[in-house]
T-cell receptor, first 112, second 117 residues
Framework: KQEVTQIPAALSVPEGENLVLNCSFT??????LQWFRQDPGKGLTSLLL?????REQTSGRLNASLDKSSGRSTLYIAASQPGDSATYLC???????????FGGGTRVLVKP | GAVVSQHPSRVICKSGTSVKIECRSL??????MFWYRQFPKQSLMLMAT?????????EQGVEKDKFLINHASLTLSTLTVTSAHPEDSSFYIC?????????????FGPGTRLLVL
């Protein structure tokens, strides 16, 4: 059974610092991995999707890496801003169109 | 991106009553729908997967007679929490799957917060 773990569970940084969020999964036979953002009481916003054959994806200040063999992904957010405060979730799926298995999330607070 | 709506966005009900949550994919057809549940400060847990026109497949530990899922059309799926109890209070999120062009993309609804008194 796939298990996804996110460390740390919570993170507080001053504005301008870079954020590093970690995600690990127990079964390396994944199809893809996604990073999501969730604001309090809201749904999910997809940030980045990495296919199993890829090693990283970038979008603006966000960069996500994937090391499938070791079961790890890292989300980097450069030059953090207060608006980046949210919960960040990673999720994996083992096949196209299959369910997502989510990690517990990392709650991020960026202090002005 | 695709638009997914959920109604209601929040609902408060008395213990023992039933609550229906609607999920609509407004600009695409979804043959598959995932329903997730999220307890406070926890992650999303899959409850069930439904395919249009067929019975839903429930995850272990999720009672199919308590959480009724109807996926009668390609743009609408409903989740009914029957005889709700306080422990059913949670955030329910639907996730329709869009297939096309050789790709599958999961979108997420904005969620429904259920509070059972």
């Amino acid at each position: 059974k796939q298990e996804v773990t996110q460390i740390p569970a919570a993170l507080s940084v001053p504005e301008g610092e870079n954020l590093v969020l970690n995600c690990s999964f127990t079964d390396s036979a994944i199809y893809n991995l996604q990073w999501f953002r969730q604001d309090p009481g809201k749904g999910l916003t997809s940030l980045l999707l990495i296919q199993s054959s890829q090693r990283e994806q970038t979008s603006g200040r966000l960069n996500a890496s994937l090391d499938k063999s070791s079961g790890r992904s890292t989300l980097y957010i450069a030059a953090s801003q207060p608006g980046d405060s949210a919960t960040y979730l990673c999720a994996v799926t083992k096949a196209a169109g299959n369910k997502l298995t989510f990690g517990g999330g990392t709650r991020v607070l960026v202090k002005p | 991106g695709a638009v997914v709506s959920q109604h209601p966005s929040r609902v408060i009900c008395k213990s023992g009553t039933s609550v229906k949550i609607e999920c609509r994919s407004l600009d695409f057809q979804a043959t598959t729908m995932f329903w997730y549940r999220q307890f406070p400060k926890q992650s999303l847990m899959l409850m069930a997967t439904s395919n249009e026109g067929s019975k839903a497949t429930y995850e272990q530990g999720v009672e199919k007679d308590k959480f009724l899922i109807n996926h009668a059309s390609l743009t609408l799926s409903t989740l009914t929490v029957t005889s709700a109890h306080p422990e059913d209070s949670s955030f329910y999120i639907c996730s329709p799957l869009q297939r096309g062009g050789g790709q599958e993309t999961q979108y997420f609804g904005p969620g429904t917060r259920l509070l059972v008194l």
